[in-house]
């Protein structure tokens, strides 16, 4: 069975982008111990399956077991890794298929370095006032 890469799109990458933020965060430790037994009867649940929590009936969040975020997190970073490789790939194709950019001369540079040095007299330099008073 022969693989083929995924293409990204904007909002592929920026859902990627927006998981792989979540994911970074510092996470919140709490122990068991210091857990109400309702919570504990939730955290069973979660060895069998993710588990969503709600409010006024819309959910919020969902627990996972470690092993599931672990793996979700490996997952993500091939993915992350593939995406950016894909793209960087194109975008080497798309350089190296555009017409060669003309070699500047030494008149052309100089010229630049005339009008840029031109433009810059021709500034009015910031006025300091001489009456200004120390603190």
Known sequence: ????????????????????????????????????????????????????????GEPVAALVSCAVLDAMREALRRLLVETMHTSFTQLQAHVASAPPAEPTSEAELEALVDDIVRRARHQPSPTVSRHAECP
């Not at 990204?8 to 122990?31: G, W």
């Not at 109400?36 to 588990?51: D, G, I, K, N, P």
Request: hydrophobic share 40%.
């Open 1 to 56: 069975m022969s693989y083929t890469p995924i293409q990204p799109t904007d909002s592929h990458l920026a859902t990627l982008l927006r998981v792989a933020k979540y994911l970074s965060r510092p996470q919140h430790v709490v122990t068991e111990a210091d857990a109400c037994m309702a919570f504990r009867h939730t955290l069973e649940m979660v060895h069998e399956a993710s588990v969503v929590l709600t409010t006024h």
